[in-house]
């Protein structure tokens, strides 16, 4: 990290780390949340008496609040500056898990899914948007994948907490503790003091205000789409892969969270070795479809082979590796493709297509497992991650054609 951020000015340097930090925290949180309810399906499903895809339906939900509340949240992180927002969300979160914790329903679930969904369309507006304006320039690839992997650390180690809690606590008090996660980093980044950012702050400092410029580009709308696949492509596994791997490949609820894990952290990781290599190449899009290329192989051979235990978990784990790789040259692309002083909302744009591919893949996937056909939770993966493939390049030709 002290590599990301070196700088000639030590004062600056020193704000930047603990920006980076503060931010980073916040996206740990972001990931943990995501995999709470998820990681409590077991517990969710015995409780209320209902089936995986009405478990589905309450991510769908989510994803639909999420996806409709994100790009209007990168106009709010955009004109009245990130950080309010991005402590609004952090302990809207919050409370959110806690409600649903002290009043178990069906009905409570799916109101804690659309207070999950509002608070989840704050973080990337926010993250991006103070990231962009306070990272240094030459290594802002690397700024943006330690962000990336505090996120996906957070979803790595989610099933391995939920689990201690539920063992703890029970379940009740798993969405408990969870829940008060959120509360305690809100009140932490207070106490860090992390910088604002955005438009309203930027007219402050100039003394003018940045003529408006048009935030829905062809560039964005390719963006969208890309990240509406990656979503896709990773979903069933995140959110489903334990029930999956538990039911189809004889694997025991500890041994299934374990390959989880391993996924996930090695997600994470890839994630840190995709920052180097974002901040040395252009063609990000490249990067994206040769690893999802591989990725797809691999995938395919865990849905079509009932492998040993261990040769699971190293595929997982590879497989894992290399959808982070990519994650710093998406954001880059993004990026590149944002105009000026419109960060958030161009963040807030790409970032609907996540919430479009959530909005599908909980009843997609719900429904697989509810017609007892687990293998076709990596099957229908694979798919997504050829899509992926095939329309990576095209976010080059974007660039290409615009640079000329």
């Known amino acids: 990290m002290v590599d990301v951020l070196a700088a000639p000015q030590q004062g600056k340097a020193d704000s930047a780390l603990r920006t980076l930090t503060g931010i980073s925290i916040a996206h740990w949180v972001s990931h943990f949340h995501l995999l709470v309810l998820p990681m409590l399906f077991p517990f969710l499903k015995s409780q209320l008496g209902v089936g995986y895809i009405e478990l589905g339906f309450a991510l769908t939900v989510f994803a639909v609040v999420s996806g409709l509340t994100q790009a209007p949240t990168g106009y709010l992180v ?11 969300g952090l302990t809207l979160g919050g409370f959110a898990l806690i409600l649903l914790g002290l009043h178990l329903s069906y009905a409570s679930l799916i109101a804690c899914a659309v207070l999950l969904g509002l608070a989840n369309s704050v973080y990337h507006p926010a993250d991006y948007a103070i990231l962009a304006e306070h990272m240094d320039e030459a290594r802002m690839g690397r700024a943006f994948s330690i962000h990336t992997f505090a996120g996906f650390l957070g979803g790595a180690v989610a099933p391995a907490i939920v689990a201690a809690l539920v063992t703890l606590s029970g379940g009740v008090g798993a969405l408990i503790a969870s829940g008060v996660i959120g509360i305690l980093v809100a009140l932490l980044l207070l106490v860090m003091n992390i910088p ?27 963006l969208t789409a890309l990240f509406m696949l990656l979503s896709l492509s990773v979903a069933g596994i995140n959110n489903f892969g334990v029930v999956a791997l538990m039911s189809g490949y004889g694997t025991s609820y500890s041994a299934a969270n374990v390959m989880l894990t391993a996924f996930l952290g090695a997600s994470a990781a890839g994630v840190l070795a995709g920052g180097f290599l974002a901040d040395h190449t252009e063609r990000h899009g ?40 990519i994650a710093p040259s998406r954001d880059m692309l993004v990026r590149n493709a944002a105009p000026a002083g419109a960060a958030g909302r161009a963040f807030g744009i790409v970032s609907t297509g996540f919430n479009l591919g959530g909005i599908v893949s909980p009843l997609l996937f719900g429904w697989i497992m509810d017609q007892h056909a687990p293998h076709w939770v990596f099957g229908a993966s694979v798919i997504f991650m050829v899509a992926t493939v095939v329309l990576s390049p095209f976010t080059e030709r974007k660039r290409e054609a615009s640079a000329n």
């Open 196 to 222: 604002d950012a955005g438009a309203s702050k930027t007219r402050q400092q100039g003394g003018a205000t940045a003529p408006k410029q048009a935030v829905i580009t062809p560039a964005l709308i390719v």
């Open 286 to 325: 490249y990067v994206a479809a040769a690893c999802f290329a591989v990725n797809a192989a691999i995938v395919l051979l865990i849905a079509l082979v009932t492998l040993p235990g261990w040769a699971l978990t190293a595929g997982m784990t590879l497989a894992g590796f290399l959808s982070g790789v």
């Open 78 to 88: 955009d004109h009245f500056g990130a950080r309010r927002i991005l402590l609004a």
